[in-house]
């Protein structure tokens, strides 16, 4: 059962990947993640956008058919971080602002995330439902805990 002082800290977390999720360069959607260990330190963050080095000009951005194979979702970018830096984040929290797709989904699975925190939504649109779906799934059988604050 959470505690009031779990849940402040959630809060906290879910606050500061908002935070980060102002970072992204994206016109249409900015997403933050926040990673933090059991003893609540901050192991990575990420937000959504292009890879080290690559151009994220307006063209680029506004075009989904260039964009979408660049991009790297907030989930990715934070788990790439950390390997890049040598940090485990195996058994941590993973705190996003929107719940994840399939494509992040298999990503925190893999970087060994134990539990996913992002905020209740008014809803999902329609052409990521399908995909959130599959994404439940995938975490449900992974085993992986989720939860919205």
């Given at each position: 059962m959470l505690t009031a002082m779990s849940e402040k800290w959630d809060i906290r977390f879910l606050e500061l990947a908002k935070h980060i999720s102002g970072w992204s360069k994206d016109p249409s959607t900015k997403v933050g993640c926040v990673v933090v260990g059991e003893?609540?330190?901050?192991?990575?963050?990420?937000?959504?956008?292009?890879?080290?080095?690559?151009?994220?000009?307006?063209?680029?951005?506004?075009?989904?058919?260039q964009k979408y194979p660049l991009i790297c979702h907030a989930e990715e970018n934070a788990i790439m971080h950390a390997a890049r830096i040598g940090i485990?984040?195996?058994?941590?929290?993973?705190?996003?602002?929107?719940?994840?797709?399939?494509?992040?989904?298999?990503?925190?699975?893999?970087?060994?995330?134990?539990?996913?925190?992002?905020?209740?939504?008014?809803g999902i649109p329609e052409?990521?439902?399908?995909?959130?779906?599959?994404?439940?799934?995938?975490?449900?059988?992974?085993?992986?805990?989720?939860?919205?604050?």
């Open positions: 003893d609540r330190e901050i192991r990575s963050t990420g937000f959504n956008g292009f890879p080290r080095g690559i151009d994220d000009d307006d063209e680029r951005l506004t075009d989904r058919n485990s984040l195996k058994g941590a929290t993973a705190f996003v602002t929107w719940p994840p797709c399939s494509r992040c989904a298999r990503s925190l699975i893999q970087a060994g995330i134990k539990e996913i925190v992002y905020p209740e939504t008014d052409r990521w439902v399908e995909d959130f779906t599959v994404s439940n799934g995938m975490l449900l059988e992974a085993g992986v805990l989720v939860r919205t604050v």
